[in-house]
């Protein structure tokens, strides 16, 4: 009887250890500024009354910092300097090893944050090339080419890159729906907008979202808004 109980008693404590190991979570770090020694960094997640909270943090020393814990689900969050919002991350199980340099921002090691790092390296790219076309059309005019030429390459090429863009967008949200990252990328394309609106790319989102992804407070707020903005611009 008493080996039963005992058999019992070690089975318990083995599931409990089992489920606290898969919450566990540590944030390695290194920031090449030396100016950041000392300074405070903290990990926050938005609630839905809309107010930051801080669920880890630590100080940078000789430009490293450490962080580790345990967290009841995968979490999408901001790394915080002081009350300033340095990069997004997930909170996951694993470590997360995190590069703050002149030429790198970026979060890898994990399955989420090197999806999410690789959709954001990309979208920079785009970026950048968009930045490379408007010089190129400044440049040809400035070498006496016909600025509406010009202006039409630029137009012609501008649009491919805008297409691009929004498959990209819209491919990576539509297939992270059963993750935090859907979400969590929704608000950072939202927050770049200079006011809520509904694009064609937020159509099609919502055209194939689930609920889940629709009652979430942060997209139900925007599209709230959006949807107001629209009906204005339309009067």
Not at 33 to 47: C, E, I, P, S, T
Request: proline share 3%; hydrophobic share 40%; with cysteine.
């Amino acid at each position: 009887m008493e080996h039963g109980v005992m058999n019992k008693y070690l089975l318990l404590s083995l599931v409990l250890l089992l489920l606290t190991s898969c919450n566990k979570y540590k944030i390695e770090g290194s920031a090449s500024d030396a100016g950041l020694d000392g300074r405070m960094l903290y990990v926050k997640v938005l609630n839905a009354d809309k107010v930051w909270h801080s669920i880890d943090s630590c100080e940078v020393i000789h430009g490293e910092f450490s962080m580790k814990g345990e967290a009841d689900s995968t979490m999408m969050a901001t790394l915080f300097m002081d009350n300033m919002a340095i990069l997004p991350l997930v909170v996951e199980k694993g470590t997360m090893k995190v590069t703050m340099s002149g030429t790198e921002t970026k979060v890898d090691g994990t399955p989420l944050n090197e999806e999410l790092y690789d959709f954001l390296h990309k979208q920079s790219e785009l970026e950048n090339k968009v930045q490379e076309l408007l010089h190129k059309e400044s440049q040809m005019i400035l070498n006496g080419e016909n600025p509406d030429e010009a202006h039409e390459m630029v137009n012609r090429e501008g649009k491919k890159l805008s297409d691009e863009m929004s498959k990209l967008v819209v491919d990576f949200i539509t297939g992270n729906f059963d993750n935090v990252l859907s979400v969590g990328v929704f608000a950072l394309i939202a927050s770049n907008m200079p006011y809520p609106v509904v694009t064609p790319e937020i159509q099609q989102i919502m055209d194939k979202a689930p609920a889940s992804f629709k009652e979430h407070f942060l997209v139900k707020e925007f599209m709230s808004v959006a949807q107001e903005n629209m009906e204005r611009m339309n009067e």
